[in-house]
Every structure is written in structure tokens, then in C-alpha cells.
């Protein structure tokens, strides 16, 4: 473009003529423009005070805008009889580094594009994607960042930048494909090489080599090149990276700085206020050992899009061990953010938002879930309740263990179970109580073994059934005591034998039943011994002594 600077005008601001001007503009930093003029006599208060922070410049020659902006600062003066203004002015990419804002992105797929055109839109402008729109992969936290800053920022997660327009309320989300403008050895030019920048860059992580960091410096007197246009110089493409207006005495100089493509990148930007940083977040969803979570700074999230943040446990090994305690949804988990990469944000332990009753007592400590089941350790005892008054164990230092359960209780081992108790040890069952073995069942006591019912014993066995006693064995029942087999009963003696009832004792088969003994059976009676038979006759065989006061033969 070629500047006619007889013929520029100033805009809203009556001008008559223009002593000085500069236009600058450079690579992630608002374009500016100063402007000093002479204006009619008397005008410069009116001027001034009419002017707003919302007052709009524009400078234009032959029907081209060469700046338009926001007034920044104005002022008027008098000198040497000559009435002057000077304006200084920004570009419109001002309106999106105003207002600080603290906010997060994590819809997984949503791209930087978008991004870019949402928060350019708050402030009334434009952006243009000018590289390649990234998506976001994990998370993006702007925290006490104007939207130009964290659009700075997450430009430089692929190397690239931010270009604020100077003619219109827009900037370009890296750099505009400019045009070829010929040879460099068309222009007065200076090289050198900036090696500082160079050293920066590199010790950044930037792709870059030293002859990256050669920079040409080129002089025109017509504004003939724009950000993003490119000059040959040999095999080389050079890029324009700043561009540099001065007009002063009527004289128009314009300056640039190109650089090889490489020298355009820019290292990654980090908000270094995040580092450390927590912030509350109810959440959302739990999945394995993540959650999703609406944070404090969000005034909604959707769950199927948000982050999962890896959730610490208090102790984790590689081998699978640990603790998993993982939070409820809608319970409110502190995210950290340990370094200034805030897609290393991490879920730690929750936040207890409203009192309760099992928080007034330090030395009681609990350990609950939603579903009624809790661990309580207190001064005396351990408490593990799975259903609050229904199945529980307590172990109290001074009572014991206890056990309750509304259902079963079933004790399995693949070895031995031993209880031993130095008091007693007393089981009981309000239905019945029942012991099976695969083997035998021994009971053995120091004293005795008393055994009870209210009403009848059962004693069963496969097999063989013994009962054996060092000494006596007493069998007594208040009414009727029956022993019955299908096959042979032998009661075995190896001394004496008394089987006595205070009133009747009755034996009885179905076929024959044999009394024998290897020396002397005493059959007595207090009053009556009776011996009966259905057949025709009793047979009595052998040597016999039949006493009584009476006997009596039918």
C-alpha cells in the first residue's frame, strides 16, 4: 500500500494536519499507534473531554485504512500559537485483555477454533484460525487470565501466536498466509543474528536452530509489507514478523524484521499462578479411579464431556496393593494443580461441606459408606456394623467380642477351628442346633458334659455309636427313657451292671431275647417278678434256685 501523507485523515477528530505518527505492530502484543496533529484553535478541551474509553480512531489515506482503534490516552495542547492533539491508540484486541477470568475448558473433542471464536465474541470480535486448531485433550483451566492471555498461552501449544488486526476488531489465531513480495535485494536491508532470542527458545523446547535466529531488518518508504508476507533471498523464504510505521517532517519510513519460518515459533507459555494451586469441585460421575467434576469456577458441566481427573488415594503401589476409598457423586473433592501444566490436574480427598454427629468427637474415628455400612474406632472399642442394628461386630477392650446378626452366621475354614475359652464357652439356639462332621465329633471336658432339651435328644450315627466314660455314666429321663436298634443291642459291662427304675422296666423283642451271664444274674424284685410267656411253656434249663415266699404255677 502506498501512503499519500498529504492526503491522510484523522477520524472522529478534526485534524488539519499530521507532525508525527507511528504504527507498530509485532507477534502476541496489541498493535499501537501514536498520532500527533494540529487541530483548530479552541477545539482542545472539547476534544478531550469528549473522548471515552469507548472512543473509537481512524487514520486513513487514499480509501485505505492504515489504523483503526481504541483510544487509549488523549491529550491537548498550546504551543507557539499552534493548538495540538496527541492521541494514543490500541488495537481492538484490547477488548479481550480487560477483564480477568477464571474458568475451565474440558470438553474432550471441543477445539481451539471454537475456543477462539467464543471468547473473541465477549468482546465484539473476530478471530480467525490461522493454524492448525488443536483439540482439547485433557484439560484447559484459564485461572486469573484475561482471555487475550490464555489465548496467548494455548496458541503456544503448537508454537504458534496471536495477531491482532490493525484495521478492524479482529486478530488471527497465529499468523495470516501473507503475499510473495519479490526479492529481498529490492529493499535496503541489515541483517544480524539474534542469539539471545535464540538461546531462549531453545532452552524453552523449541524446535529451532541457530540460523533460526538470523533476523533481516529492511527499510521501505511505502508501506509494502504486512505480518505474514514473505521475500526470497536466495533459496531462502523469509517471513515478515514486525512491522514498523514512522512518519515525521512529512517523511514516511517504514521498517521490518523477517526471519526464516522457524524464528516465528514461540516457546510454550505456562500460567505460572496455577502451580500449587487448589480448587473445589463437587462431582459429577466416578468411574474406576477418576472423577468428573463441575469446578467452583464453572457455572455448568456436562458430564459426558467433562475430564476425569485421576483421584488420589492415600496409598497405591504398582503391584495393585493400596487403598481405593473413591468419593460419592455430588461430594465436593479438592483438584490440584502441582505444576503450571494444569493437564496434570489431579482429584484429591473430599471436602466436607455441613456437619454431623460423627464429627464432634476427634478421638472417634469413622470410616462409612452411603449404604448403612461404617467402621467406628473409638478410646474402647472397634465397632464394624454392615446394617445399623441388624449385623454387626464390636470388639470392646473391656466386654469382649459380640456378634449380632438378624440372619445366618456361617464359619467356614479348610483347616481347623479352635475356640477356647479359660471360662465357659455357651452356645444356644432358639430353633435347633446342629453339629456335622466328615469325620468324627469328639467333646472332651476335664469335668463332666451335661446335656439338655427340652424335649427329646436325638443321637444318630452311619455307623458304629460309642459312649464311653473313665468312670459312671448315668442315663436319666423324668418319664419314659427308650433304646431302640433294627439289629443286636449289647450293653457291655466289666464289672457290675444296675439298671434301675422307680417304677417299671420293660424289655422287649420280636424274636428272641437271651440274658445270659458268665457266673451269677440276680433277678430281684421288691414285690413281684413276673415272667410270661404267649407260646405254650417257659422252659427252665440247668441247676436252679426258684426263691420266694410264694410261687405260683398256672
Known amino acids: 500500500m502506498i501512503i499519500d501523507v498529504t492526503r491522510l485523515s484523522v477520524s472522529p477528530f478534526a485534524v488539519e494536519g499530521i507532525v508525527e505518527m507511528k504504527v507498530e505492530q509485532s507477534l502476541n502484543q496489541h498493535a499501537s499507534m ?140 497465529g499468523i495470516p498466509k501473507g503475499n510473495q513480495k519479490g526479492s529481498l535485494l529490492s529493499y535496503r536491508f541489515s541483517v544480524g543474528k539474534n542469539l539471545r532470542r535464540y538461546r531462549r527458545h531453545s532452552g524453552a523446547g523449541v524446535d529451532v536452530a541457530p540460523a533460526d535466529s538470523v533476523e533481516y531488518m529492511v527499510t521501505a518508504d511505502d508501506s509494502v509489507l504486512s505480518i505474514g508476507d514473505t521475500v526470497d533471498y536466495g533459496d531462502n523464504t523469509l517471513f515478515v514478523r514486525e512491522a514498523r510505521l514512522h512518519l515525521a517532517d512529512a517523511v514516511l519510513t517504514c521498517q521490518y524484521v523477517l526471519c526464516p519460518e522457524n524464528g516465528l515459533k514461540v516457546p510454550s507459555a505456562w500460567n505460572r499462578h496455577i502451580t500449587g494451586l487448589t480448587l473445589p469441585g463437587r462431582v459429577l460421575e466416578v468411574k474406576d479411579d477418576t472423577v468428573k467434576v463441575l469446578l467452583c469456577v464453572d457455572e455448568s458441566q456436562d458430564t459426558a464431556a467433562a475430564y476425569a481427573f485421576p483421584y488420589i488415594t492415600p496409598y497405591s503401589a504398582e503391584n495393585h496393593t493400596g487403598v481405593y476409598l473413591m468419593p460419592e457423586p455430588d461430594d465436593v473433592v479438592c483438584i490440584q494443580f502441582p505444576t503450571e501444566d494444569e493437564s496434570m490436574a489431579v482429584a484429591l480427598s473430599s471436602w466436607r461441606q455441613a456437619g454431623s454427629d460423627r464429627t464432634v468427637n476427634p478421638d472417634v474415628k469413622y470410616l462409612r459408606t452411603p449404604h448403612d455400612k461404617e467402621i467406628r474406632i473409638s478410646e474402647t472399642e472397634i465397632l464394624i456394623t454392615a446394617k445399623t442394628g441388624g449385623l454387626y461386630v464390636r470388639l470392646d477392650e473391656n466386654n469382649g467380642i459380640e456378634v449380632f446378626s438378624q440372619h445366618g452366621i456361617m464359619v467356614n475354614t479348610l483347616s481347623g477351628i479352635d475356640v477356647t475359652a479359660a471360662g465357659h464357652i455357651s452356645l444356644s439356639a432358639g430353633g435347633s442346633m446342629i453339629f456335622n462332621s466328615g469325620l468324627g465329633v469328639s467333646i472332651n471336658s476335664g469335668l463332666g458334659i451335661g446335656a439338655r432339651a427340652g424335649k427329646e435328644i436325638h443321637m444318630t450315627a452311619g455307623t458304629d455309636a460309642v459312649l464311653k466314660s473313665g468312670k459312671e455314666m448315668t442315663f436319666t429321663a423324668m418319664e419314659k427313657m427308650g433304646m431302640e436298634t433294627k439289629k443286636e443291642l449289647v450293653v457291655n459291662s466289666d464289672k457290675d451292671m444296675t439298671i434301675a427304675s422307680e417304677k417299671k422296666i420293660s424289655l422287649a423283642a420280636k424274636g428272641d431275647m437271651a440274658q445270659s451271664s458268665d457266673k451269677k444274674m440276680n433277678i430281684s424284685a421288691k414285690s413281684q417278678v413276673g415272667i410270661s410267656c404267649k407260646a405254650s411253656s417257659i422252659k427252665l434249663n440247668g441247676a436252679m434256685d426258684l426263691k420266694a415266699s410264694k410261687i405260683k404255677e398256672n
Open 34 to 173: 501514536y498520532l500527533k496533529g494540529i487541530i483548530p484553535k479552541g477545539a482542545g478541551d472539547s476534544v478531550v473531554t469528549d473522548t471515552d474509553d469507548s472512543t473509537e480512531i481512524t487514520v486513513s489515506g487514499s480509501g485505505e485504512v492504515i489504523f483503526k482503534g481504541l483510544v487509549q490516552d488523549i491529550r491537548a495542547s498550546f504551543e507557539g500559537q499552534v493548538y495540538y492533539l496527541e492521541v494514543w491508540a490500541v488495537s481492538f484486541s484490547i477488548k479481550a485483555d480487560t477483564e480477568v477470568v477464571s474458568r475451565s475448558f474440558q470438553d474432550a473433542g471441543m477445539n481451539y477454533q471454537q475456543i477462539a471464536d467464543s471468547l473473541a465474541a465477549e468482546g465484539g470480535l473476530s478471530a480467525g484460525m490461522e493454524t492448525e486448531a488443536l483439540s482439547v485433550r485433557n484439560l484447559l483451566l484459564q485461572y486469573q487470565e484475561t482471555n487475550w492471555e490464555f489465548l496467548k498461552r494455548i496458541a503456544s501449544h503448537n508454537s504458534s501466536v496471536l495477531l491482532p488486526s490493525v484495521t478492524e476488531p479482529a486478530f488471527y489465531f
